[in-house]
């Protein structure tokens, strides 16, 4: 369980850029990048964002295109979705971020 204030604690919370985290320039998503490396809460707010059923921007230093090509598969059937949320690649996730 996460505590309830960990996003205090995040590098990006009082920010005058706040925008870059959600920016499709390269120079802000890299810029955000490189504060998430620092931040040391980072995996919660990865595991916010996993937990969520939207990503949006950057989370934990995980763009939005990444997350994306981390956690596509075809889908089988109409049902299925499209996005593999299995805890054996939150693993393989989260080891790549530390």
């Known amino acids: 369980m996460m505590p309830s204030n960990w996003k205090e ?35 919660q707010c990865f595991m916010n964002a996993w937990s969520s059923e939207e990503f949006y921007g950057i989370a ?19 049902r299925q979705s499209n996005r593999s949320r299995s805890d054996k690649l939150l693993k393989k996730i989260l080891q790549g971020l530390w």
């Open 9 to 43: 604690e995040a590098l990006c919370s009082d920010r005058i850029d706040s925008h870059i985290w959600f920016s499709y320039k390269k120079e802000e998503i890299d810029k955000a990048v490189q504060i998430c490396k620092k931040c040391p809460v980072r995996r």
């Open 60 to 78: 934990g230093g995980i763009t939005e295109y990444e997350y994306l090509t981390l956690t596509w598969k075809e889908a089988k059937s109409e």
